[in-house]
C-alpha cells in the first residue's frame, strides 16, 4: 500500500512569512496526526483530526498556526506568519482509527525560516 | 503531566556487543508504551508496542511499572541496527496521541 505523503520535502522562508504543508494519509486512515520535530527532541503532537474533526489541538499556537482536513483525507498545516523558532521537521502521521497503536508517519516537510 | 526520557543522546557499541536503549516514563495510569526506529533516509517506523510482547529484529522490551521504565534490548547487536530510536507513551483508552522522547542514537560498529 502507498505509505503517508508529504510535500514539499524543504522549504526556506523568512520570517513573517506565511507556508503551508500538505498530507495525504493512508487510504482508509481515518485519524491524521501533524507533529513538529525540532532538531535534537523526538516529535511533539500539534493537532489530531479523526475525520474532518479535530480531537487534540492543545500544542497547536493557534495565534499563528492553522490545519484543516476538510472532506477527512488531505490535510494542511498552515503557519502566518512565521518565525524563526518555528524552524524544524514537520510530519505528518495516519492511524486506521484513534487509538489504534500504531501510526504511519510520512517523510516529514523541513522548514527552515530565516 | 506524561513524560518519556530517554537519558542517552548517543550510544556506542561494537557488532555482537548487547545492546540496552532506557527509557522511563511518567504517567500515573496505565500507559501504552512504543519503541519506534527511524533509519537514515528512511521514515520513522514502528518497532515494538509493549501489549503485543513480540521480539522484533531481536529486539524485546518490557514494562516495568514499579520502575516505571520501558528499556530496549538486543542480545548481540548488528551494524544494520544502527538508527535513531524513539520511546513513546500513549495513555491507556487515549485519542492516541504519542508522547515521545528525545531518542537516542545507537552506532553499531564493524
Known amino acids: 500500500e502507498a505509505g503517508v505523503a508529504q510535500s514539499p520535502r524543504y522549504k526556506i522562508i523568512e520570517k513573517r512569512q506565511s507556508v503551508a504543508f500538505w498530507c495525504n494519509p493512508i487510504?482508509?486512515?481515518?485519524?491524521l496526526y501533524w507533529y513538529q520535530q525540532i532538531l535534537g527532541q523526538g516529535p511533539k503532537l500539534l493537532i489530531q483530526?479523526?475525520?474532518?474533526?479535530?480531537?487534540?489541538d492543545s500544542q497547536l499556537p493557534k495565534d499563528r498556526f492553522s490545519a484543516e482536513r476538510l472532506k477527512g483525507v488531505d490535510s494542511t498545516l498552515k503557519i502566518q506568519p512565521a518565525k524563526l523558532e518555528d524552524s524544524a521537521v514537520y510530519l505528518c502521521?495516519?492511524?486506521?482509527?484513534?487509538?489504534?497503536?500504531?501510526?504511519?508517519f510520512g517523510p516529514g516537510t523541513r522548514l527552515t525560516v530565516t | 503531566a506524561q513524560r518519556v526520557t530517554q537519558p542517552e543522546k548517543l550510544l556506542s557499541v561494537f557488532k555482537g556487543a548487547p545492546v540496552e536503549l532506557k527509557c522511563n516514563y511518567s504517567?500515573?495510569?496505565?500507559?501504552?508504551l512504543f519503541w519506534y526506529v527511524q533509519y537514515s533516509r528512511q521514515r520513522l517506523q514502528l518497532l515494538l508496542r509493549?501489549?503485543s510482547r513480540e521480539s522484533i529484529k531481536g529486539f524485546t522490551a518490557d514494562l516495568n511499572k514499579g520502575e516505571t521504565s520501558f528499556h530496549l534490548k538486543k542480545p548481540f547487536a548488528q551494524e544494520e541496527d544502527s538508527a535513531m530510536y524513539y520511546c513513546?507513551?500513549?495513555?491507556?483508552?487515549?485519542?492516541?496521541?504519542?508522547?515521545f522522547g528525545q531518542g537516542t542514537t545507537l552506532q553499531v560498529k564493524p
Open positions: 487510504s482508509g486512515h481515518a485519524t
Open positions: 483530526f479523526q475525520n474532518n474533526g479535530v480531537v487534540d
Open positions: 513513546a507513551l500513549s495513555r491507556s483508552g487515549n485519542t492516541g496521541k504519542l508522547i
Open positions: 502521521a495516519s492511524s486506521l482509527a484513534q487509538g489504534a497503536g500504531e501510526q504511519y
Open positions: 504517567y500515573s495510569g496505565s500507559p501504552e
Open positions: 509493549h501489549i
